[in-house]
């Protein structure tokens, strides 16, 4: 049976499609939500088991605009709300095979043993260097023209891999770290444009956090306000006929069809092609993604002999260890372990050892049980074990990229009613994700009018 019950059809219940449904809810424009999962969330999602509180995604969300906090209250979360560990503005970089204290001023870079004498001379020739004529570049090359290589290996390379699981000799600097580029091609500098912004006053609370029952919880709360989202419903085609999008797919197992005037797909960018019979999404399958393995491990406190006394540990290419990195979990949030507990969440595979990450749990443990006995001095074996693979982890936004966004925006053009979103698009943060999502919730809004 075809059904026209709302003017506006969501593909996808991640935190991108919720955000653009909740943008538009609180409009007063209807909108109905087709999630093939039978829980909403996307890749933000939350495992409970026996006083253990595992992130299977993003781990934690970095509020420092209004928007966000805004959308905060509006949810009535602020109860929900809980602050990261003060310890967790400590972080380590892995050099020499030790975890190094990442310097957090001008006093502590200068005694820093992450970078040599001769790299932090060559750090005061970044304002006589003339900004990159071309129009985009690999974040190694803007780095080490800029800083130097010991920058680069032992600052960008880690934390690289610690947003994106990616590659920086292939990532794009306009498309990743905007705002360096921005101030390389305003201010011809990046000291110049750091000093220029810290100018300008700044009232925006910052705040690092999650939730008590986890980062689901945000998802979730948009959910509970949305009248019409359809879970275990997968929709398998969409086609325009006569300026209305036809979709047909399969709700809890049994066919449906149904109309609407606008469709909004929010799914990764390689199952795109298989939904919408045009051959102009093909391209969209070409966009890369890292894939990932996420593993927590529970260890009795006595187990451990290093402090765990901040975020957590990025581990650079340059160094000696398949591990990408390993959070603190229950040092940075209260409640992730059982009392006399530590709980850590590591990250294998990505673009450097995309081979690792679909590796069994057996197998990973082989490799980071002897990682973190030599860098935090675990000894036995976890008490506590949860893996999660992602296949296609985390869009790539290597040089290069801006031909995805071009032919996305070509899509949109010639096709009335569809508006394209997800983190292949706005940034692969959750800030990112929901800020795109408004945004998106606001064009769409226009359109209508």
């Known amino acids: 049976m075809t059904n026209k019950n709302t003017p506006i059809g969501i593909l996808g219940a991640g935190i991108t499609g919720l955000s653009i449904a909740y943008g538009l809810h609180k409009k007063g424009i209807p909108v109905t939500v087709y999630e093939k999962s039978n829980q909403v969330g996307g890749a933000i999602k939350t495992i409970q088991e026996d006083g253990w509180l595992v992130e299977e995604g ?4 970095m509020v420092k ?5 805004k959308l905060l209250d ?14 967790a503005k400590r972080r380590f970089i892995v050099k020499d095979s030790q975890p ?3 310097p957090s001023s001008i006093s502590a870079l200068l005694r820093t043993s992450l970078l040599t004498t001769g790299a932090k001379v060559r750090l005061l020739k970044e304002p006589f260097i003339s900004p990159s004529q071309d129009d985009d570049e690999t974040i190694a090359r803007f780095i080490s023209r800029r800083l ?8 960008i390379n880690p934390f690289v891999s610690g947003v994106y699981a990616g590659d920086p000799a292939k990532l794009s600097i306009r498309h990743t770290f905007s705002s360096l580029w921005e101030m390389e091609q305003t201010h011809g500098s990046l000291l110049k444009g750091i000093i220029k912004k810290k100018k300008q006053p700044d009232t925006i609370k910052r705040k690092l956090l999650s939730f008590k029952d986890g980062n689901q919880t945000l998802p979730r709360s948009l959910a509970s306000v949305l009248p019409n989202i359809k879970t275990s419903c997968e929709i398998t085609s969409a086609n325009q006929r006569d ?7 399969r709700e809890e197992g049994t066919p449906m069809q149904a109309e609407h005037d606008i469709i909004i797909p929010t799914l990764p960018a ?6 919408f019979d045009d051959s102009s999404f093909t391209p969209l399958s070409d966009i890369p993604y890292a894939p990932l393995s996420i593993v927590a491990l529970g260890f009795k406190k006595e187990q451990i002999h290093h402090p765990l006394d901040g975020f957590g540990m990025l581990i650079p290419e340059v160094e000696p260890f398949q591990t990408l990195g390993v959070l603190f979990s229950s040092t940075l949030f209260s409640d992730r372990a059982p009392e006399n507990h530590h ?6 595979g990505g673009a450097r050892y995309p081979h690792l990450a679909q590796k069994s749990k057996a197998e990973l443990l082989k490799y980071l049980l002897p990682e973190l006995d030599q860098l935090l001095g675990i000894e036995g074996n976890p008490v506590f074990t949860h893996h999660t693979f992602w296949p296609k982890a985390i869009p790539q936004y290597n040089v290069g990229y801006e031909q995805y966004l071009s032919a996305i925006k070509n899509l949109e053009k010639k096709s009335p009613g569809l508006f394209i979103n997800g983190n292949f698009r706005g940034g692969v943060s959750v800030p990112d994700c929901i800020f795109s999502g408004l945004d998106t919730a606001n064009k769409v809004a226009d359109y209508l009018k």
Not at 58 to 61: A, G, M, R, S
Not at 74 to 87: G, M, V
Not at 343 to 348: E, P, Q, R, V
């Open 65 to 69: 605009s209004e928007q966000l906090w």
């Open 74 to 87: 509006e949810l009535d979360l602020q109860n929900q709300i809980i602050e990261a560990n003060t310890k």
């Open 148 to 155: 130097g290589q010991e920058p680069l290996n032992y600052g």
């Open 100 to 102: 190094v204290a990442l």
């Open 243 to 249: 300026a209305v999008w036809q979709l047909n797919g």
């Open 343 to 348: 709980l850590l969440t590591c990250f294998i």
């Open 270 to 275: 390689y199952q795109l092609a298989s939904i």
């Open 58 to 61: 993003p781990n934690t969300l």
